[in-house]
């Protein structure tokens, strides 16, 4: 099982924090929640805001910035002691402003708030290909995770989003219950090296995120205390997750379209050994679909056997020059994530997956390559709604 934080692992999204926290804390209208609003902001301010980002482990700890001659703050002890030295009063007050800010700007200025999230493809890539066995712990908010990663294209389910959290330690000891219980390793990526020695210490595999927000002592640190330390080149393997978009894909058939059902059969099951595991008779495409499994997958067909599918089109055509061969077939857990990543490769999208469902694309040799979601059709999303085909596929 792999968990990760959000901030600065999966997304940076300092400046958006850097913002709300101001408006919170001067009470300050949302339209102030603009490029012209992040530029008013000083740069001085910005910049000790960004240095002490580090150390934030909730969103109430980025009333640490405002409280002034912060520049002795170089550890997590001194953050921790300075943010305590602040009235409980004043720092609840300022938890609840901060979230009341984030929310109402998300909702009036949603795509700009959007654009201050600067997503990781690399992680993004292993979040949409995980087929579900990951877990987002943070201590931003579960609804804006969420809708960024909606943005990116891929889509987490509630329950595995743990938001807005004090402190991780009671969600990872659940989850490293959890994850024992089914016999798993619990992985836990954080770029706070404070949240990863507390994993280590709890029995998960912590790994620092070095791409985050750090000092160089915390490189020494980690060094030093033996940490696993990530790079974005090294995560896929540090985790054991393939690259973007990969991740679980899932052979379904190989479709070769027939002249004459009799005859097929008596080569592919008589000859050859398939077995027919099922049929359809479509009446109005005025076709029929006959799959076959090696006699070693027969019992496995309906789960995860690669078949292959005889395709007869009723109209009794004759068929020459490879048109008998039909396409290749892959199950994938996110086709938006596996088509981006396609298109990022320079590859043509034939038929775009509108219907969040199955898209087409062809190989450098005309190969037909057919995408099919796995489990029910995500909801339409852009740019894949509106695209048309393009060719044939």
Known sequence: MLAFDFDGVIADGVDECLLVSWIAHHGL???????MGLDSVPTPFREEFSRLRRFVRHDGHFLVAFAGNTQIIDDPSAFEERYASISEEEREEFR??????????????????????RTFPQVVGIVASSGGNIKIVSGKDARSIIDILRNQGVH??????????????????????????RSEELVFIDDNLANVCEAIELGARGIWASWGHHSEDDVVRAKRESVPIATLESLISLTNQPAQGVCEMR?????????????SLAFYCGALG??????????????????????????AADKHAPLVE?????????????????????????????????VDHDVEIRRPPRDGKMAFVRSPDGIS?????????????????????????
């Open 251 to 263: 052979f379904l058939h190989t479709m070769v379209r027939v002249s004459d059902i009799d005859d």
């Open 156 to 181: 987490m389910a509630e329950t595995d989003v743990f938001g807005r959290l004090t402190s991780k330690r009671e969600v990872l000891t659940e989850l490293l219950s959890e994850a024992r219980e």
């Open 369 to 393: 390559i057919e995408l099919l979601q796995a489990g029910a059709p995500l909801p339409p999303a852009e740019p894949w709604q509106s695209m048309p085909n393009s060719g044939t596929w």
């Open 274 to 299: 398939l077995k027919e595991v099922r049929r359809n008779e479509n009446a109005t495409g005025k076709f029929t679909l006959i799959f076959l499994a090696a006699p070693g997958d027969a019992e």
């Open 29 to 35: 209208g949302i339209d102030t929640f603009s490029p």
């Open 96 to 117: 609840t402003q901060f979230v009341a800010t984030r929310t109402a700007v998300r909702d009036a200025h949603e795509s700009y708030w959007l654009s201050l999230h």
């Open 310 to 342: 005889l395709t007869h089109n009723w109209n009794q055509e004759i068929y020459t020059g490879g048109r008998n061969f039909g396409h290749i077939a892959l199950e994938v857990p996110d086709i938006y994530a596996q088509c981006q990543r396609l």
